[in-house]
């Protein structure tokens, strides 16, 4: 790269970031030491890399937390309009044209975000995310102009593809400024603004449709409002955003080359790698990114039937549309609550899949308990079990990107697995909008059954897959003569994957 993108090589660093005491890759305390080709050791300190860390979480992650929110909003908030009169105003007479306007959504939405995650991985995410965001915020503000079904149809097929791989290149574009030990809380931290905006979309609706009168129906004011704060996001998030740290203004030129060497010893084996279509499909080659696929299907059906039909859930407890929507409030700050105390203990622990696996479990529970009650006579029972629907889907969402993400060091392999991953998780919306179907209406038995299920599987998949990596690395120890964790291999020696000898599974 020529100028201010140019990346820090080998001869670039003629010194330690602190006293050389400690020659082996990784120690408990992260404190790094990096051998290098031409025989150096260059030591990352812990205090150095809490400043640098500490710089990226106050000017990258509340960018990215609220574009994710509005994000969120933009796709939700067709849940809160339907309650508020959607279908009428818009001549829908049809008994499943509301679950059309839902399923059309995730079908553009799976075709173009491969296409997308690899733009975002040639041209930045720091530039391809703000464009993303700015079509998808004007997708929204133009519902406004909508008076049929067949007009929000179109919009919402444009809304899936400029919506489509933006989790995945979030995904990707913080796997470049922090370590595999440190990405679960952050992308954490992240991902609760889908849940704050599941609360925040309840708060709004709950103003909104207090409008009465007007040149428009009161829940198209939810369109506007969202429509137009996604693009005033999208032109700060273009402005502020690094495209690296190399590019990063807020760093110093020391910062610049910790960052870069801290992420090649525990994050990326190429930082900065230019993107190769051959080299990433190589990923689909072994079979854990079939079971991780597999993992992603089961947790979509969950994790859209609670996005999309929390409010006709909850409406059921007999509540006013209003109150409907103010309800939905608690149930979404709980599950972004639950969220981060899974991942902050999966970070603190280093192990992923137990958690994933209890993620599953809470969704299970709630649904099953609502489909077996009589919700009319234990309401408190009922909006009790809405809240262990909100608490296992968020999070086995965010720590299985984290758990294959951390056991891929190629950058192109991990950007073109989580490109596909995430879509597929968001392409089961298409199973979830349509076993939610208005005959079924209101107890919805045969769709919480179906969710339920795919939750138990998840659970079963998740343990198995699991289980297979603890026993594998036991295996290698075995071969190699010494036991080995995953955090003390630098990711430098770990492109080729379960192909090196060294490789070590994070579970």
Known sequence: MAGSDRQPDEEDVKYSFDKPHDTTPTNAKHETAITEEHGEIFVL??????????????????????????????????GNAKTAG?????????????????????VPYVLTAPFLGILGK????????????????SMT?????????????????????????????????????????ELAR?????????NIAGAFGGLLAYGVFHIHGGAVPNWKFLFVIEGSLSMLMAITAFMFLPRSAATAKFLTEEEKKLAFYRIQVDSSAIVEEPFQLREAVQILKHWTSWMILA??????????????????????????????????VAPNVTGAAMLLVLAFASDYTRWRFPFIALGFFFTFCGFVIYASIDVEAELQIAYFA???????????????????????????????????????????????SNIFRNQDAPEYIPALATTAAFGALGIVLTLL?????????????????????????????????????DFRWMY
Not at 86 to 95: I, P, S, Y
Not at 172 to 179: A, E, I, K, L, M
Not at 473 to 484: A, F, P, S
């Open 45 to 78: 300190s812990e205090k150095a890399e809490r400043a640098l860390v500490w710089k990226f979480d106050i000017r990258i992650l509340p960018l990215l937390a609220m574009m994710y929110l509005f994000n969120a909003l933009d796709k939700s908030n067709l």
């Open 86 to 106: 959607l279908e009428k105003d818009l001549g829908m007479e049809g008994t499943n044209d509301y679950n059309i306007l839902l399923s059309i959504f995730f």
């Open 122 to 137: 040639m041209y930045g995410p720091s530039r391809v995310l703000p464009c993303m965001m700015f079509t998808f915020g």
């Open 141 to 181: 503000l133009l519902v406004v102009a909508v008076y049929n079904f067949a007009g929000l149809m179109a919009l919402r097929w444009f809304l899936g593809m400029a919506e489509s791989a933006f989790f995945p290149l979030v995904i990707y574009y913080q796997t470049q400024f922090y370590r595999r030990g």
């Open 186 to 194: 952050r992308l954490a931290i992240f991902y609760a603004a889908s």
């Open 295 to 328: 993992i992603e299907m089961c947790l979509g059906i969950p994790l859209q039937s609670v996005s999309l039909f929390l409010p006709q859930i909850i409406a059921r407890l007999g509540y006013s549309t209003v109150k409907t929507n103010l309800y939905t």
């Open 386 to 432: 809405c809240f262990m629907m909100t608490w296992g889907t968020s999070a086995p969402s965010v720590l299985l990107d984290v758990w294959y993400n951390n056991n891929i060091a190629d950058e192109n392999r991990r950007v073109f697995l989580t490109s596909l991953g995430v879509p597929i998780a968001n392409m089961m919306g298409v199973v979830s």
């Open 465 to 501: 897959l699991g289980a297979y990596m603890i026993v594998d690395n036991k295996r290698r120890d075995r071969e190699q003569g010494r036991k080995v964790r995953a955090r003390d291999i630098p990711t430098k020696l770990l492109q080729q994957g379960p192909a090196c000898a």
